[in-house]
T-cell receptor, first 118, second 112 residues
């Protein structure tokens, strides 16, 4: 079946550094991908919508200059957390839908990336 | 306030027992997705419901959508330890396909 893969699964970084997380659709093309954040014991919160070939759309309260999103191809979206701080530590998950509509309705999620900022 | 409420927040059931998880929206549902998540891992797609009155089943899990009540329920029959995890409902609250708002989650434990 369709798979959405994220890399890395785990990342630990020092405060002030930038971290890039990749989200790939492995066997389908996705014109739109979504980035979510999940804090411990909380639900997923949508951060932004990544659009292939155009600017991302950010949800209210999400700093676009801090969370840079690039969707350069139909199978890859990247989220870069710039100048990361401990409060950015979280579980980041992406999702994507098959653009061809071959699997009607199913929205696939990646395995998630756990970021820990020291 | 939360746009999508799940109840109960947590549930402990004995193996073999049935259980129901509810998901209630404060807005009209364009689509309702059920996922299962183990803590710190990705989401496993269970089912998607779009039409009022729709009901879908997969193995021992059945989901229903009551469009009038803006509510969906997930029912597990004869629960097993493998059913343990966090169940999340995700709702499409706007016409934008794929943009989901998630519920608060229900943590299920199945005891032997």
């Amino acid at each position: 079946g369709a798979v959405v893969s994220q890399h890395p699964s785990w990342v630990i970084c020092k405060s002030g550094t930038s971290v890039k997380i990749e989200c790939r659709s492995l066997d389908f093309q996705a014109t739109t991908m979504f980035w979510y954040r999940q804090f411990p014991k909380q639900s997923l919160m949508l951060m932004a919508t990544s659009n292939e070939g155009s600017k991302a759309t950010y949800e209210q309260g999400v700093e676009k200059d801090k969370f840079l999103i690039n969707h350069a191809s139909l199978t890859l979206s990247t989220l870069t957390v710039t100048s990361a701080h401990p409060e950015d530590s979280s579980f980041y998950i992406c999702s994507a839908r098959d653009a061809s509509g071959g699997r009607t309705g199913e929205l696939f999620f990646g395995e998630g990336s756990r970021l820990t900022v020291l | 306030s939360q746009e999508l409420e799940q109840s109960p927040q947590s549930l402990i059931v004995q193996e073999g027992k049935n259980l129901t998880i509810n998901c209630t929206s404060s807005k009209t549902l364009y689509g309702l997705y059920w996922y299962k998540q183990k803590y710190g891992e990705g989401l496993i797609f269970l089912m998607m419901l779009q039409k009022g009155g729709e009901e879908k089943s997969h193995e021992k899990i059945t989901a229903k959508l009551d469009e009038k009540k803006q509510q969906s329920s997930l029912h597990i029959t004869a629960s097993q330890p493998s059913h343990a995890g966090i169940y999340l409902c995700g709702a499409q609250l706007t016409g934008t396909a794929s943009k989901l708002t998630f519920g608060t989650g229900t943590r299920l434990q199945v005891t032997l």
